[in-house]
């Protein structure tokens, strides 16, 4: 019962943090944490830690399971293709160019990933019992990179999609 209770002000305690209001000033932006944020960043940091630490764990081996998945799909399914189309005088500009999309994005998800991991990485360094309003500013920096290799992941599946029904589209004679 007593876990639970941690638990839950762990989560409630992220919950807050994460939940919060950027605010502006005179064009730069300035990260502003509450007292409470700073309060349940000290109260709950060792358990943050260890959170961060197992999502460190998580996200490498997300990342290595994505970073084949994503090449697979381009060496062995998109790439050959178009090779085999151009052998036998096919053009098809939107393959090629759905391709070229793909392995640039696929680029663009790598070295995200990494640029999120180092964010992850620094994050997890930070003493935030003695310093929270740097741990803050750390967790908002690695959640914004974070946001960005989801949006890669998010595009790298739409020309996975888009690839199908081009292939359809040239199956079936349009």
């Known amino acids: 019962m007593k876990k639970l209770k941690v638990l839950v002000l762990i ?34 940091c060792d358990a943050m830690k260890d959170s961060l630490k197992n999502l460190q764990r998580t996200d490498s081996r997300t990342r290595v399971y994505l970073g084949r998945y994503f090449e697979t799909i381009l060496t062995n399914f998109i790439t050959p293709l178009n090779l085999r189309l151009v ?24 070295n995200d990933f990494i ?9 997890v360094h930070v003493d935030c019992k003695s310093e929270p309003d740097r741990f803050y500013e750390k967790l908002q920096a690695t959640k914004d ?9 998010m595009k790298l599946k739409g020309y996975t999609n888009e690839q199908v029904k081009l292939v359809e589209a040239l199956k079936n004679g349009q």
Do not use: P
């Not at 990179?145 to 992941?153: A, E, F, L, M």
């Open 87 to 110: 052998e036998n005088n096919i053009s098809d500009s939107a393959l090629l160019e759905n391709q070229t999309n793909f392995a640039e994005r696929r680029t663009r998800f790598v």
């Open 145 to 153: 990179k974070r946001k960005i290799v989801n949006r890669d992941v």
């Open 11 to 44: 989560v409630f305690g992220l919950a807050m943090i994460f939940s919060s209001v950027k605010v502006f000033a005179e064009g730069e932006e300035d990260l502003q944490i509450t007292d409470a944020q700073r309060t349940t960043i000290i109260d709950h």
């Open 115 to 123: 640029t999120y991991q180092q964010g992850l990485e620094e994050l």
